[in-house]
């Protein structure tokens, strides 16, 4: 994908920053002139029911702020909080595009049915392919967690 678009939109919980919540991100900067990173909330981390502890808001915002400082974007970008699992998406001019991992695309769909309901035209959806570990599986917080594998998809020894 080539294409160019003026703002992006990417969220999520972003705890345990890795290796694919890395590619997530890239690619939103890649095709985004500016980009929009909703950070759940505390709140909404609790809701969303993950099978293990949550680093705070205040530390999972302090590492994604130093991964955008290390890639050299951070002026292209703007974290908000996200309080709700669909955040500023359903509101008018909010981004042309949002940028969702494969695990991620049916809410995407749902923000985009939502967008069509209230007659706001839909954002391009990127999908990008979960990031595989070294043993093939997705890269993830929970994994990770587990300390079945490190952030950069290591499968860590028993």
């Known amino acids: 994908m080539n294409q160019k678009f003026k703002t992006v939109i990417v969220g999520g919980t972003f705890d345990e ?5 890395k590619a997530l991100l890239i690619k939103a900067f890649e095709i985004g002139d500016r980009v929009t ?12 029911k993950k099978n293990h502890e ?14 955008l400082k290390e890639q050299g974007v951070s002026g292209k970008a703007k974290i908000v909080p996200l309080k709700t699992p669909y955040g500023i998406t359903l509101s008018k001019g909010c981004a042309e595009a949002l940028v969702v991992s494969r695990e991620t695309e049916a809410r ?3 923000i985009n049915q939502k ?3 209230k007659g706001l035209s839909p954002l391009h959806v990127i999908v990008i392919e979960m990031v595989p570990a070294e043993n093939h599986l997705a890269i993830s ?8 594998i490190d952030r950069e998809g290591r499968v860590l020894k028993s």
């Open 115 to 117: 967008r069509k309901a």
């Open 108 to 110: 995407a769909r749902e």
């Open 54 to 67: 949550v680093a705070t808001y205040k530390k999972r915002l302090r590492e994604l702020n130093d991964f």
């Open 17 to 21: 920053l890795h290796k694919g919540h």
């Open 141 to 148: 917080t929970t994994r990770i967690r587990h300390k079945k």
């Open 37 to 48: 990173i909703g950070l759940s909330t505390n709140e909404l981390a609790h809701k969303i």
